[in-house]
């Protein structure tokens, strides 16, 4: 009765160590997301940066979203939407709360992620006759 049990500890422990491996690796990946995401359009520049450092589930989640010329001035949405959903999943579309930023142009998102893992947020951003997507990603812990 000791052989099988032998035999099994070789592919068991090294897919354990796989296991590990892998679950490190994603870990890294979700930390690794970049903060800010930008759209160079060549006459504006959208940004979307997140404001809450560590989000957690069914709490409100910031986002400041600022458009500027290719002089770095201010330009006003006249139509700004962002929608939040989680990536491979069936948990829902959801609308951020759009708020003034304080300052020309810019522009405060709030969403309220129901669940842990990775999101996406997209702005659909209306600029005169054009209007510009820009995705967003972010971790909620
Ligand atoms: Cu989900």
């Known amino acids: 009765m000791k052989r099988p049990i032998r035999r099994l500890a070789w592919p068991l422990s090294i897919a354990a160590i796989l296991g590990i491996v892998f679950w490190l690796i994603g870990q890294q990946r979700t930390s690794a997301l970049p903060l800010e995401s930008a759209l160079d359009t060549g006459s504006l520049r959208l ?10 589930p069914m709490e409100e989640s910031h986002f400041l979203v600022r458009i500027t010329d290719s002089n770095g001035l201010p330009v006003e949405a006249d139509k700004l939407q962002i929608k939040t959903w989680m990536p491979k999943m069936f948990c829902g579309i959801f609308t951020a ?3 003034p930023g304080g300052e020309n142009g810019q522009y405060d998102a709030v969403v309220l992620p129901v669940m842990r893992g990775r999101w ?3 702005a659909n951003i209306q600029v005169g006759k054009e209007t510009y997507k820009l995705q967003h990603e972010y971790v909620v812990r």
């Open 47 to 56: 940004e979307i940066v997140t404001l809450t450092a560590h989000s957690s």
């Open 120 to 122: 996406v947020a997209e």
């Open 97 to 99: 709360g759009i708020a």
